[in-house]
T-cell receptor
Framework: EPEVTQTPSHQVTQMGQEVILRCVPI?????FYWYRQILGQKVEFLVSFYNNEISEKSEIFDDQFSVERPDGSNFTLKIRSTKLEDSAMYFCASSGNREGGIYGYTFGSGTRLTVV | KQEVTQIPAALSVPEGENLVLNCSFT??????LQWFRQDPGKGLTSLLLIQSSQREQTSGRLNASLDKSSGRSTLYIAASQPGDSATYLC????????????FGTGTQLKVEL
């Protein structure tokens, strides 16, 4: 069964440093997403990406965040200057079409980011 | 703004028991609803997807129902097993509201031997 792959599984970084989280979505999917989950809290939407541009973003996704699809397979989330409150599990997801389609979303296993 | 709530927050049952997890949402104009399973420190595994035009979906011991008019969905787990222990999340997509998922608060399930 196709999977969404995320690397690394864990990342520890110092406050103020830049981090890049990487994802390989399912190859024939068209929509890509980043979500995050702060420990003990709900999973929150960050951004959706389609046709090489952001289609929707939440108020969490400020100027410190950016996404990119640098080639035909990877999808990255960059945090320019990390803050302590960015510590969370970050999930990448993809879907075949808008609104999850008939097959829904597929999520990756997540990257646990710890900012110290 | 769509709010999704799950009750109970935590549930502990003996092995073999049938159980029901509840999910409610405030805006009934949903496109679909998806149930996920999350193991501690792990990712989200999709369990069932219900389109807005459907009333229920079944997969093995799992059955999910949807009542849009009342803003509710239930996940029924038959003959529970210790391996079912996890957090169960429901999430909805609004019709015409973009394609983001709005997640519920989750129900943490423990099935004991």
């Amino acid at each position: 069964e196709p999977e969404v792959t995320q690397t690394p599984s864990h990342q520890v970084t110092q406050m103020g440093q830049e981090v890049i989280l990487r994802c390989v979505p399912i190859s024939n999917h068209l929509y890509f997403y980043w979500y995050r989950q702060i420990l003990g809290q709900k999973v929150e939407f960050l951004v959706s990406f389609y046709n090489n541009e952001i289609s929707e973003k939440s108020e969490i996704f400020d100027d410190q965040f950016s996404v990119e699809r640098p080639d035909g397979s990877n999808f990255t989330l960059k945090i320019r200057s990390t803050k302590l409150e960015d510590s969370a599990m970050y999930f990448c997801a993809s879907s075949g079409n808008r609104e999850g389609g008939i097959y829904g979303y597929t999520f990756g296993s997540g990257t646990r980011l710890t900012v110290v | 703004k769509q709010e999704v709530t799950q009750i109970p927050a935590a549930l502990s049952v003996p092995e073999g028991e049938n159980l029901v997890l509840n999910c409610s949402f405030t805006d009934s104009a949903i496109y679909n609803l998806q149930w996920f399973r999350q193991d501690p420190g792990k990712g989200l595994t999709s369990l069932l997807l219900i389109q807005s035009s459907q009333r229920e979906q079944t997969s093995g011991r799992l059955n999910a129902s949807l009542d849009k008019s009342s803003g509710r969905s239930t996940l029924y787990i038959a003959a529970s097993q210790p391996g079912d222990s996890a957090t169960y999340l429901c999430a909805v997509i609004l019709t015409g509201g973009g394609n983001k998922l709005t997640f519920g608060t989750g129900t943490q399930l423990k099935v004991e031997l």
